[in-house]
């Protein structure tokens, strides 16, 4: 497949990007999120705040967690 003259293949504009993001004085980083879409994490949350709504403290806990 020939490529266009004067077009850079993707590999060579990421690696520039990030060579001017680590110039301006940054670094990649990786961190890893619960993911908010699995039934696990349904689950669990459900269940925490069910806990909380049983509360006998449910409405000073809601406005903890609201005002925050």
Do not use: N
Not at 43 to 62: D, K, L, N, T, V
């Amino acid at each position: 497949m020939a490529r266009a003259s004067g077009v850079k293949p993707w590999r060579i504009k990421v690696r520039e990007h990030r060579e001017r993001l680590r110039q301006q004085g940054l670094r990649p980083i990786q961190f890893w999120a619960p993911d908010l879409r699995s039934h696990a994490f349904r689950s669990e949350a459900h269940r925490q705040s069910a806990a909380i709504a049983a509360s006998r403290r449910a409405r000073e806990e809601q406005t903890v967690i609201t005002i925050g």
